[in-house]
């Protein structure tokens, strides 16, 4: 059984060792470990992978001993994932299906390893492609007027179905602080500009309108503040004058597509620690 | 004798036909030919190349026929330039030295076919380098005070030597309106940001702190307002977690050598045409 | 009406002013004009869009006259395709479903303006997406013993829908020159490496044998040569020792996906020519 | 005092918590770790920096302890280097002088950390370079008759000022086995194309010929097959049909500059390994 661990707690001398001793002398051997320190903040994060032979029976054991022996006196926040589990993600979509289509397809390639339960959208339209890929669609529409009901439907889905993380598929809606409560650094969001460059609405418009060389998709968890929240991902592609706004759409439709994809690809592969608002992205 | 053509107009059917025709009939060979039409701005934009057997003789003759036969009648701004010509680029820097290296070693490589009448600092540091490379270096030391005399030694020298144009090749002062009036679209910056994301001072740390995955770097020309002229070129390059601000200094140098060498030799090659604060670059 | 002339002749002085003033006197407006010359074969090549506004009744008429008054004297190749036109395009597939997936998205979503009358593939796993997109899927089966006989099915399905090209999207059979010879330069094949680097069976496998940092996807036409027709495009994508066979081939998907999807839009758009087995790719 | 360890050993459980608590023990703070397995090839790497106090006295303790306790029995190969060690850097040069610069440059600003007792070339083109720097340099012709004599003169060079390692900045000879088996490793390359493809001479000229979208370049150790040694950097820039071989290599010698400079960066910061032909690269 593959057991990774996430950790991060202030700096300090001997962490490595000891904890790298306390997973071999638990039965399990060490197949990845990669390290950080954040000299600002003075906080270490580990990510360690091991692979435990007789892990199935001792498993809470080992958990408790951890906590134990090494969490709390090192004042750790940290977690623990087991190889056999698939999280559960759903899906917030409107009206732009290119990215529904890239994640539904790396779903049902394999290359995704999620259970997705739902899908959730304020719009009709992409109820087909769920259909396709026997997904179940909720139509829950978003007005002015609704907005807190259909939140609530929201989150009774959501429960019900044990989500563990959101992806916003070009969702179209500003998922409120309830929801960003529920899920914090669980809600993956994708925008269509460089950021911190174009946050905000039309951002290819703007982009345009700048005439910039170069325009990008930058995926972030979801945070109070509009388009400001730890980045996972970003990428960027040339552009020219010869190009249209149409043509800034299209071209970025693809990158939005990588980038979101990756970044769903590290959040699932529990490569990515938050921490004062950026992330540490293990490789 | 070649001779580049650059113009801009009203759209309007029938402009590259007429000036085909008009360089055919006064003796040139199109060797070269680039139009875009911005259809926002209704604007009509065409670079081309003309090689000229008997050009020298009738020099005078062509352009004064080209003005009154086509660019009135078409409301054109237009510009000719000639293969014999150098044209005569300023430098302006400070203490960094890695921009001016890369500028002069392509100088004397003969990559870059301008002539250096002469670097001004407003710092003493890099006055070796101009004494390697043979160029007449000027220390104007800028401060609160002198600012305005400054500029004048600066203006006088630029008339005195005929400059075409302007490199700020990281020069760590505002130039001011004056100069801007004197060069306008002549005046080229490399600004260590992926414009329009962090302008203004200290983007390096301002990126760091915003946690972003890819910096970047914009070669601009300059206008009243701060990093926000037409943007010449732009590159980008990965960052992650294990960068420190250092590093993001140091890879940022890289980019902003590259982008700045390109924008100038863009503009050297008169492949640059500046509408509404946006760039139309040829290829 | 929008007519795209595309013209190759051998190099001289006045091609473009006689064409543009043709264009213009047979009623057409210039939208867009774009020029090469191949200096070592002396060839000049050049794409042109013009708007005609009265192009319908007299298409006949402009296209004789071209060929007579123009296309004869500078001894051109040349064609013209008009706007209402959509090329139909034929899709052959194994057993990879991402490239198919990926140009079916597209073209539902109408970013790639074709018609699909089929798809043809030598297994049976992909007809579920075919049916998806309600596009007709014939299983040909291709053995050592049965190849001349499913060649012949591939060429009567394609005559039979006047397929103007064909991509083959993974397909996992070496063409044969008949079908070549049927369609010069209109077959658009994807290669997963960085040709000319690991032609042939297995590139990832290669490419991760050899250790590079950096792998890539090359979509050309089909040639007699295996994976050594012209060039269309082609991207890279870095990689490092973490990454195992596997992760090449999983990154590489993605850099398929693009590479195939961005030379099928160019030859959609009449924006390929090609001589001496390089092509010309205007912007 | 910082301490560097690279250690590589057959793959076997517990090795990292054994070198940890070492390290632990021995007074080292560990301030960076990065392990790698090659499942093909069984094998272990790791780098470690470890901080230590007191080390000054105890070095030659701890290297012999270690050696004893934990390199003898997990069969490793490893070395350790210290924080205040410079490496000295040989350069071999011929004509072209890009390279040469940029690296002067790095040095002579501190970006690149090492001391270069001398530059060798076969031509005498570059001594005025090597003057404006103040590093020796060494006029050693080779011609078809005097490449053992030459060699003799490299290598005594090489042995006088104790050099670490070689860098051939774009030197236009083949260096010979004898010069290879001396510094195995240790002599690094710079190859104007993205190899594997276009090994050997003039691959601009059969990149262009080829007609392919994108050039690259290779930095790599160079072994007694032509240009076929584990490859540390690559990169790669966009070309089109626009370009000619002089366009490629101008671009060219831009992508040169970057991947050999940083390829020279990770070999004297300590991040590469090289096994089974290939490298591994630590972050």
Same mark, same amino acid.
């Given at each position: 059984m593959k057991?990774? +661990?996430? $950790?991060?707690c202030p700096d300090q001398p001997g962490i490595i060792s000891t904890v790298t001793s306390f997973i071999q002398q638990s039965g399990g051997n060490i197949v990845y470990l990669d390290q950080h320190v954040d000299k600002q903040a003075e906080v270490f994060f580990m990510r360690l992978e091991g692979e435990f032979t007789q892990f199935d029976k001792a498993e809470s054991q080992i958990e408790e001993n951890f906590e134990k022996e090494i969490a709390v006196p090192y004042a750790m926040e940290w977690s623990?994932?087991?190889?056999?589990?698939?999280?559960k993600m759903a899906l917030f979509v409107s009206k732009y299906n290119h990215c529904l289509y890239d994640l539904l397809i790396r779903y049902s390639s394999g290359e995704l390893s999620v259970e997705i339960? +739902?899908? $959730?959208?304020?719009?009709?339209?992409l109820q087909n492609i769920a259909k396709q890929f026997k997904i179940p669609f909720y139509h829950i529409p978003v007005t002015r007027d609704n907005k807190s009901a259909a939140e609530e439907k929201q989150l009774k889905l959501l429960k019900e179905h044990m989500v563990d993380f959101i992806v916003l598929a070009r969702y179209m809606q500003i998922v409120t602080s309830r929801l960003i409560e529920e899920y914090p650094n669980k809600i993956i969001n994708i925008h269509h500009s460089f950021l911190p460059a174009f946050a905000g609405a039309k951002p290819y418009h703007a982009a345009f309108n700048r005439g910039v060389k170069i325009i990008?998709?930058?995926?972030?968890?979801?945070?109070?503040?509009?388009?400001?929240?730890?980045?996972i991902e970003q990428d960027t592609?040339?552009?020219?004058?010869?190009?249209k706004v149409s043509d800034f759409i299209e071209k970025g439709r693809d990158l939005e597509k990588l980038v979101l994809s990756r970044a769903v690809q590290l959040h699932v592969n529990r490569k990515?620690?938050?921490y004062n608002n950026k992330t540490v992205i293990f490789t």
């Open positions: 057991a990774t +661990f996430l $950790i991060h623990v994932h087991y190889g056999n589990e698939k999280p339960p +739902f899908i $959730i959208s304020n719009h009709n339209e990008g998709a930058t995926s972030h968890y979801v945070t109070e503040e509009l388009d400001a929240g730890p980045i592609t040339r552009v020219s004058h010869v190009h990515t620690m938050v």
